[in-house]
């Protein structure tokens, strides 16, 4: 089941051929297993992928069959470019764009990417969003104190004991 069910109720309908699971109105579906065997999805784990790159490394041969490509040829180039660690958090990284602008955008970024050999699709979509924060409301009582920053160089007096200025 997708991770973000984890700790909802959802039911299963087990069915000759294939197990039906619904959860506050989405369902996935899925061929039955034979008695005693498992299958996980990776695609169901992308967000907690996302977070865990050693995570990414040791299941990456499964995730790329179960996304498809583009996604086997870019984990090839990942590995020959820069090995299979540093390559899982690229990765990683690219599975966090798949929870935030969604599977075809990405893939499509990621085709464009390895068709032209230009990473600019791919990379505008893994630069960091940065959001600005709201406003800070600071009640007129606390307006007239002025919080003041300090410097490294100033513990410096508190590591030799003397004063700085």
């Not at 000759?16 to 996980?40: D, L, S, Y």
């Not at 009640?139 to 002025?146: E, I, S, T, V, W």
Request: proline letters at 8%; a positive charge.
């Amino acid at each position: 089941m997708p991770s973000r069910w984890a700790r909802l109720d959802a039911t299963a309908y087990v069915g000759v051929e294939e197990v039906r699971i619904v959860c506050r109105g989405e369902e996935v579906t899925h061929p039955r297993e034979r008695f005693g065997g498992k299958r996980i999805r990776y695609q169901h784990y992308l967000s907690e992928l996302a977070r865990k790159p050693q995570a990414v490394r040791q299941v990456a041969p499964e995730l790329v069959a179960e996304l498809g490509e583009p996604y086997g040829r870019l984990w090839q180039l990942l590995v020959d470019t820069y090995g299979p660690q540093d390559g899982a958090r690229v990765l990683a990284r690219i599975l966090g764009a798949v929870n935030q602008q969604g599977a075809e955008v990405v893939r499509k970024a990621l085709g464009t990417a390895l068709e032209t050999g230009s990473p600019t699709p791919l990379g505008l979509m893994l630069s960091p969003v940065r959001e600005v924060p709201p406003p800070c409301r600071v009640p007129p009582a606390l307006m007239g104190y002025r919080v003041e920053m300090a410097r490294a160089a100033d513990y410096d007096a508190l590591l030799v004991g003397g004063r700085h200025e």
